[in-house]
């Protein structure tokens, strides 16, 4: 099956500094990226939605100047949180899909964020 | 918007019993609902997936039912293991392109031996 990776697995920042997370899809063109986000014993939360070569579409909540998502190719959307808070330690979880009409989404394995 | 209720939030079994999880949505545009096994620590893993064109799929001891006209679609879990312990999370959407899956709750399956 499709493979999604994301890096780092795990990265731990201090407060008021900025975390970049990477998705890519390794064996596969991803027309389509997508970011959640997972608290402690929770569901997974759609943040947005992203487009090779478009902006991104954001959940109603989610502050787009705060978490900077680039899909600049078909294989890798970037997550940036800037300025980042002790309340935006999480775990986040990207997922791709392939062509229009593909219903499958493929996750990563999560990157484990604590900003101290 | 699309919004998916799921029940229950915990389920404990004995081994070898069968194990159901129940979901609902409101978008009757969805047509796509897969589950997915959720291990500590990891990202969410496709156990199955049903699409609106069918009523029932199943795949050894896993199977899924739906009832579109309920708007209701079901996990079933035969003959379950210690290894099946772990948190099960249901999601829906529609076959548009770029829209994504919205999540249930998740029930936290526990089998114990």
């Known amino acids: 099956g499709a493979v999604v990776s994301q890096h780092p697995s795990w990265v731990i920042c201090k407060s008021g500094t900025s975390v970049k997370i990477e998705c890519r899809s390794l064996?596969?063109?991803?027309?389509?990226m997508f970011w959640y986000r997972q608290f402690p014993k929770q569901s997974l939360m759609l943040m947005a939605t992203?487009?090779?070569?478009?902006?991104?579409?954001?959940e109603q909540g989610v502050e787009k100047d705060k978490f900077l998502i680039n899909h600049a190719s078909l294989t890798l959307s970037t997550l940036t949180v800037t300025s980042a808070h002790p309340e935006d330690s999480s775990f986040y979880i990207c997922?791709?899909?392939?062509?229009?009409?593909?219903?499958?989404?493929?996750f990563g394995p999560g990157t484990r964020l604590t900003v101290t | 918007g699309e919004n998916v209720e799921q029940h229950p939030s915990t389920l404990s079994v004995q081994e070898g019993d069968s194990a159901v999880i129940k979901c609902t949505y409101s978008?009757?545009?969805?047509?796509?609902f897969p589950w997915y096994k959720q291990e500590l620590g990891k990202g969410p893993q496709l156990i199955i997936d049903?699409?609106?064109?069918?009523g029932e799929k199943k795949d050894q001891r896993i199977a899924v039912t739906l009832n579109k006209t309920a708007k209701h679609f079901s996990l079933h879990i035969t003959e379950t293991q210690p290894e099946d312990s772990a948190v099960y999370f249901c999601?829906?959407?529609?076959?548009?392109?770029?829209?994504?899956?919205?999540f249930g709750k998740g029930t936290t399956l526990s089998v114990s031996s």
């Open positions: 997922s791709a899909s392939g062509a229009s009409g593909d219903y499958e989404q493929y």
């Open positions: 992203s487009n090779e070569g478009s902006k991104a579409t954001y």
């Open positions: 049903i699409r609106s064109n069918v």
């Open positions: 064996d596969f063109q991803a027309t389509t």
């Open positions: 999601a829906a959407k529609s076959g548009q392109a770029g829209t994504a899956l919205i």
């Open positions: 978008d009757s545009a969805s047509n796509y």
